[in-house]
């Protein structure tokens, strides 16, 4: 299956939860759940959890006769006991997981309401599009910077191509589900990213915290 249908499936399933609030007042009250492969941030309190996770914002209610705290709702599960965390999904059980203050910069675009990140090396870039196709880039290390919003995305042999421009700069996004390995810290993402700016081409990898579609 697409992982484009996979992402909008989670987000209907967001509909289906309570909703709770998609922008929290300040991150660090919202520690980090560090699961190796999965990080998200999460909002722990007395008689509901608030999960944080790509693409989707979830509130699990507490189970109170449960020991240690443990919130479970629609096929998801957090579970604090005696000094260990564990975390379930719909998909895969993770039981190691730690909470930690560290931040992690997938989960913090997300609460930044980011639908898709993407990344690369040398020169280090970041791409972050937003709601309203919002393109924020970081190039050179951080020395150059532009935020735009472009038009819709079009769709042509398997590539999403999103084009804008600035007064200084010209731009064009390529995002292609592929599998794409971090050179640097060899983790796999759901799909490869060209972006043109200028007369320059970066190459990297990303993923969707929202669904990557050819369309607002």
Known sequence: ?????????????AGCASQPDRQPAHAGDTPVVDCGTLAFHAALREKQATLYLPGLALSLPRKKADPGQRYRGHGYELWRR?????????????????????????ASAWLRGVRFRAFGHEPGWILEIGRGRQIRLEW?????QLTTTVPEASLRDGLVIYRGQTEQHKLRVEILEHACRDSAKGEEHSHAV????????LHGCGRGLAPVEAGP
């Open 194 to 201: 060209r972006v043109f700016i200028d007369e320059r081409t």
């Open 82 to 106: 005696d000094g260990q965390t564990r975390v379930r999904t719909p998909e895969q059980r993770f039981p190691q997981c730690r909470i930690s203050e560290q931040h992690n910069p997938w």
């Open 140 to 144: 050179n290390y951080g020395e150059q």
């Open 1 to 13: 299956m697409s992982r484009w249908l996979v992402l909008l499936g989670v987000v209907a399933l």
